[in-house]
């Protein structure tokens, strides 16, 4: 009977049959890195004798499975000691009916979904835990006391959720070594005096919770940490790490806090120290190492000599040029990898290697992120022996043995690209080896669960290549189908009982509009503070992976002129986005007079001014750039003051790097403002936008529509101007409100940048950044002020291929 069951990383879609129940002598049931939808089958709780479920890094979703009178549920599984169930989709509470002292589970790993609710106190009962980590859900209430009883928990992650009340007292778990309860929304309190009992401790995170006060000195004499990061917290006084403290210590980052005062001394010139963005960093003209830079220093490389390598080869730890075998391999708790110690892992994976004579000449580990407490996963590369590649034989024994090594081991393994010199296969694309272990009493069903992962194989190949082809974003997946928290800058995540409060359970009077993406809603929250939600309808849903990214992408864009994103909601099925509300309205309600404004004719050139400096940093200053693709009087907004800022960027499309022209090919725009290229092309660039600027501009001097009684208005402008004559002859199409009691100044100047603006052309248009000089110059000349652009923007540090609607 099957007993073992592991199909790792073979791209297998669809739901996990219900039928996996009746595998009842299952003892081992690995499904990881796959594409798994649907929910958890409650039919898995019926193998009785399984002691390992890992069905991390699938598309999964719905509620964790408990038993009932008529169905199992995993709460049946008793002699489980891991559950793995990280990277997916899975949602709702966790149920306090999960956990018993009956378990015998050691790891719950539930990270990186999107789980609400509170931690149920029954978690307490399990006290053959070591690792617990729930990070990146959406979790709120009180941290239960229950957990100090989970004294063998060695990896606690709490962090990125909303768990609130007070900073939870863990006085007891003295296993700890790894403690992370950063992102929540705990009450403030000073730095926690149990922390210096925990003796085993070795990284401390817990990045903006409130805390103030100073830290004692005695904190830091704990003799096994490593790593403090309390960074964005009200920490103050004076650091002193003291004399005693750890020999091991190798980062202490306080960025952000209220550090007045650091009693240094020459010894500490092995600590990584971090005070940037405190007072005493102000204070000394940030001249100190500590105030300078945030950055963790890499693993040193080892010295090679240079070396001609050809373009496709990698060198390796030996100096030697080759193909390798490449890989990842993920561990499944921060404590069971010391990140500075990658050489130890490496040479027991070449004595590993060497003692089944396989032909490995090194193995080298690098950490795949420039962040080593945050990451998890390890890039490995394997080099061949006396000469540059690997034959197949040997490819496929060498990813056999590491699929072997890390079934029962503290981490995955996937394999990358399978190391095939150029003379073999020099234009072969990274392949995917699949490992299928089953350990089964019937050779013929082991030859079927091979069978299926070759054919499974097959299909994941012509499924990549489809990909590519459909989908040229496709290739960034930071944690391939997961949608977890995202990595937000000045956007908060909001519940969707939240939103239901703030728009009063979306009442017909916080009803402000509609438009393609959904209904738009005003929302009041507790500070005060107005916001416009905008609640997406059925059809404007993305998947949770494109939404992530998008939310990821505008929490990082802001500038004075572009409508600021306080937050977003993404909970039972609903996509939400959180706006800041701007008072005056739309442009166009302005133009057509709905909403009882009149706009002079230096209001307008402010207007224009603003709205062209939000579409020059979208372009040019944004990380990655962006198409806005629907410029119209319709998406510009007016403050009380009448400051234009741009709506609706976030439903854009961001510019991938090396892109021809940076094209752009999903349509969405408006009719009379498209681009006439697009036509021919059909293709929208950054110049698309510039024409339906140019459209705007027309507007502002008309009031009338792109198009009215079936005539364009840049038709009707090119037909009508006359450059001999006084307002170029415009006078029977501009709008009266603006001839009222004020000189139109740079009148001439405007129409031609707008007729610039709308050539046929691309090629001949000029650039936003152009057009803002253009009209900043416009301003000076006629004596009027000339509005402060406010840039506070912190684009993304590294380029995402995000596909945005």
Request: glycine content about 8%; charged content about 20%.
């Amino acid at each position: 009977m099957l007993s073992k069951l592991t199909l790792v990383g073979c791209g297998f879609t669809g739901r996990i049959p219900d039928e996996i129940g009746s595998l009842q002598q299952l003892v081992f049931l690995s499904l990881n890195s796959n594409k798994f939808v649907g929910p958890i089958p409650p039919s898995i709780g019926s193998l009785s004798n399984l002691t390992w479920l890992d069905l991390t890094d699938n598309q999964l979703d719905g509620s964790i499975p408990v038993s009932s009178d008529t169905t199992p549920g995993l709460d049946m599984l008793h002699k489980t000691q891991h559950f793995h169930l990280g990277k997916n989709r899975l949602s709702g509470e966790i149920p306090p009916k999960l956990f018993s002292s009956k378990m015998t589970l050691i790891h719950v790993i539930f990270a990186s979904n999107q789980l609400v609710g509170s931690i149920p106190e029954t978690l307490g009962l399990v006290k053959g835990l070591t690792v617990v980590r729930f990070e990146n859900n959406l979790l709120s209430g009180y941290v239960p006391q229950s957990l100090s009883n989970l004294t063998g928990v060695t990896d606690l992650l709490l962090s990125n959720n909303k768990l609130q009340g007070a900073l939870p007292n863990l006085t007891g778990m003295n296993s700890l070594k790894f403690l992370d309860l950063s992102n929540n929304s705990f009450d403030e309190s000073s730095f926690p005096l149990w922390l210096s009992n925990l003796e085993n401790l070795s990284t401390l995170q817990m990045e903006n919770v409130y805390l103030s006060g100073s830290i004692p000195a005695p904190f830091f004499s704990l003799a096994h940490l490593q790593n403090v990061v309390l960074k964005t917290n009200n920490l103050g006084g004076t650091l002193d790490i003291g004399t005693n403290y750890s020999k091991q210590l190798l980062l202490i980052d306080l960025k952000s806090n209220s550090i007045e005062d650091f009693k240094q001394k020459n010894d500490h010139q092995d600590i990584k120290i971090i005070l940037k963005s405190n007072p005493i960093c102000l204070e000394t003209g940030a001249t100190m190492s500590y105030c300078i830079t945030d950055n963790i220093v890499d693993k040193p490389q080892k010295n090679c000599l240079p070396d001609i390598c050809s373009p496709d080869q990698t060198l390796s730890r030996k100096c030697k040029c080759g193909y390798p075998i490449t890989g990842k391999l993920t561990f499944r708790a921060p404590s069971f990898f010391e990140w500075r110690n990658e050489t130890s892992l490496e040479n027991y994976l070449l004595h590993e290697f060497q003692s089944r004579h396989l032909p490995v000449d090194s193995v080298s580990l690098t950490i795949s992120t420039e962040d080593p407490l945050h990451s998890f996963e390890f890039t490995i590369q394997i080099f061949p022996p006396g000469q540059d590649h690997f034959n197949q034989q040997d490819q496929s024994s060498i990813s056999f043995v590491l699929g072997n090594l890390s079934a029962n081991s503290p981490y995955d393994f996937i394999t990358g690209n399978q190391g095939e010199g150029s003379k073999e296969s020099s234009n072969s694309s990274s392949t995917v080896i699949i490992i299928v272990a089953a350990v089964a009493g019937s050779s013929s069903l082991l030859v079927l669960l091979v069978l299926a992962g070759v054919y499974a194989f097959q299909l994941k190949r012509r499924a990549e290549r489809a990909n590519i082809r459909s989908n040229p974003f496709g290739n960034w997946d930071p944690n391939k189908s997961n949608c977890g928290t995202p990595q937000l800058k000045a956007a908060r995540q909001f519940s969707f009982k939240e939103i239901k409060k703030y728009t009063n359970n979306f009442s017909q009077a916080n009803d402000i509009g509609s438009g393609g993406y959904g209904k738009v809603y005003r929302g009041n929250l507790p500070s005060g503070k107005v916001v416009a939600i905008k609640r997406a309808q059925k059809e404007s849903k993305q998947g949770g992976p494109e939404f992530k990214a998008e939310i990821e992408l505008l929490s990082r864009v802001h500038h004075k002129n572009l409508v600021s994103l306080v937050g977003f909601c993404f909970e039972r099925e609903e996509q939400m986005l959180v706006y800041e509300f701007v008072a005056n309205g739309t442009l166009k309600d302005a133009l057509t007079g709905k909403s009882g404004i009149i706009l002079s004719w230096s209001r307008r050139l402010k207007i224009a001014l603003g709205v062209a400096r939000g579409l020059a940093y979208l372009h040019e200053h944004a990380d990655p750039p962006i198409i806005h693709r629907d410029i119209k009087s319709n998406n510009i907004l007016l403050e009380e003051n009448y400051t234009a800022k741009v709506a609706d960027f976030g439903l854009s499309k961001s510019i991938l790097d090396g892109e021809k022209d940076h094209v752009t090919t999903q349509v969405k725009g408006t009719m009379g403002y498209l681009d006439p290229d697009y036509y021919t092309s059909q293709q929208l660039t950054e110049k698309s936008d510039v024409y339906s600027f140019g459209v705007l501009m027309l507007e502002l001097i008309t009031a009338r529509k792109p198009i009215e009684r079936g005539k364009h208005i840049v038709k009707v402008v090119r037909n009508t101007i006359d450059k001999t004559k006084d307002l170029y002859g415009l006078h029977q199409i501009i709008d009266p409100a603006i001839c009222s009691g004020s000189t139109l100044e740079g009148f001439e100047k405007f129409v031609d940048l707008a007729m610039e603006c709308v050539e046929v052309s691309g090629v001949d248009r000029p650039a936003m950044s152009d057009v803002v000089k253009e009209i900043e110059e416009m301003l000076q000349s006629v004596g009027l002020h000339l509005p402060s652009e406010s840039v506070t923007s912190t684009s993304s540090s590294s380029r995402y291929q995000a596909v945005l609607r």
